[in-house]
């Protein structure tokens, strides 16, 4: 068997030590071209999909869960996308024939992903983080942190739209004082739900109208901004505790860049 390390991979590590060192030097370089780019600032602008798909529809109206078609977002840190089979299980029975639904119709047809009328490839990605920033959606699920806080208000979306510029400085706010952010509403309709639970349950209690809601939930889920009383806070604190919240490293650089 050939030996496929070769001789130089000390010298190599030694090197990638430095860089490691480097990086935030790397990244300025890196960033100062990547961050200017429009297609990272674009918020509220939905972007064209192979199907109009509403969420305001299949959530708000239909009660479908999250996790019916993003299926690994509680359990990687990958969200997922639905599969062609999970609108079919569907619109196998409901609008059968409508001309809307045809590249989902073909995509199960063909056994292929989903294309556009004039060929585009799959769902446009709305979201996207540079190459060099790590994100993990499970994490923040299990610690009862609501899509809304970084999605906007995705069960309004009759198109969806990126909610949030992911800056940096925005993703810090959130992690310089999470107990502004973690938060047991006090309408839940039951309490013995884990914050995990509670994220789902938000868009249960959200379809019954604004009107019903307390007014923190009511700005998140409108994806409005929400400053915190003094007793909110200090329950949001209790909630870091329970929950063993690694605040000190919720700020290392090596958190989000690794
Ligand atoms: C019936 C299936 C279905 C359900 C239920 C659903 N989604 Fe989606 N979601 C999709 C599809 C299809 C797309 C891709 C098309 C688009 O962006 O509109 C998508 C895209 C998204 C995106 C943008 C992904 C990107 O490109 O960056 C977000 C964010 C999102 N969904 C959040 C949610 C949240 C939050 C819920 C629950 C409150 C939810 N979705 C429920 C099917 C669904
Ligand atoms: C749990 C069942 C269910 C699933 C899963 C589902 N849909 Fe639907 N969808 C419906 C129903 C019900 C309607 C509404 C029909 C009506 O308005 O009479 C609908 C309507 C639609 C429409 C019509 C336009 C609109 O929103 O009014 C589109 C497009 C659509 N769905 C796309 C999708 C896509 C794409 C997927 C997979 C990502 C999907 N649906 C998954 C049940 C579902
Ligand atoms: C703390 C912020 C945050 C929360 C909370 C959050 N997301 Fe995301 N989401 C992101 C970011 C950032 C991206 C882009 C990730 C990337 O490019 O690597 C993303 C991307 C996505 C995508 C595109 C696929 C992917 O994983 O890249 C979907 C779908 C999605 N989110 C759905 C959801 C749903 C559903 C929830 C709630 C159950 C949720 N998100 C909660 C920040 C968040
Ligand atoms: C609303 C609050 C909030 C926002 C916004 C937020 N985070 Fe977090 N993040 C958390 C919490 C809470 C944790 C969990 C820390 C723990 O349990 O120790 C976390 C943990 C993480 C982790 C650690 C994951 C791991 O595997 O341990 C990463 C990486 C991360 N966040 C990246 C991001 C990025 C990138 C953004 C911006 C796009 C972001 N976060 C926005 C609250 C937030
Ligand atoms: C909570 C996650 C998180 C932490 C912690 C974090 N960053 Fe970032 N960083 C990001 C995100 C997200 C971007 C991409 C911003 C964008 O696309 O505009 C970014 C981008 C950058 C950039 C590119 C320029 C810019 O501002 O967009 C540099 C340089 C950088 N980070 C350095 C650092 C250093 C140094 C630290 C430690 C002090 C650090 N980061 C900690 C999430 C984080």
């Not at 990272?40 to 972007?47: E, F, G, Q, R, W």
């Not at 009660?63 to 990687?76: F, L």
């Not at 209690?205 to 809601?213: F, Q």
């Amino acid at each position: 068997m050939p030996n496929i390390f070769h001789s130089s991979m000390n010298t190599i590590s030694r090197v990638s030590i430095l860089a490691g060192a480097a990086l935030p030097v790397i990244l300025i370089l890196v960033g100062s071209g990547i961050t200017r780019s429009a297609a990272n600032t674009k918020v509220d602008v939905p972007l064209d999909q192979p199907v109009p798909f509403s969420h305001e529809h299949h959530i708000n109206e239909l009660g479908i869960d999250c996790r019916y078609c993003h299926t690994t977002v509680e359990k990687s840190a990958f969200a997922g996308m639905p599969a062609t089979q999970t609108c079919m299980s569907c619109h196998s029975q409901i609008w059968t024939n409508s001309p809307i639904l045809e590249p989902v119709r073909s995509s199960y047809q063909t056994n292929t992903p989903i294309r556009s009328p004039e060929g585009e490839l799959g769902w446009n990605r709305v979201n996207k983080l540079p190459e060099f920033v790590y994100f993990n959606h499970s994490v923040h699920v299990n610690r009862g942190v609501n899509c809304n806080n970084c999605h906007g208000a995705v069960q309004k979306m009759q198109l969806t739209y990126k909610g949030k510029a992911f800056f940096m400085s925005w993703c810090l706010k959130c992690h310089t004082n999470p107990e502004n952010f973690l938060y047991t509403s006090p309408d839940v309709t039951s309490k013995s739900l884990s914050p995990r639970e509670q994220v789902f349950d938000f868009y249960y209690r959200a379809s019954k109208g604004d009107s019903t809601l307390n007014p923190r939930d009511y700005k998140l889920a409108n994806g409005l901004d929400y400053k915190p009383s003094s007793e909110e806070v200090s329950s949001g604190a209790k909630q870091v505790e329970t929950l063993h919240v690694k605040t000190k490293q919720l700020q290392d650089c090596w958190t989000c860049h690794r």
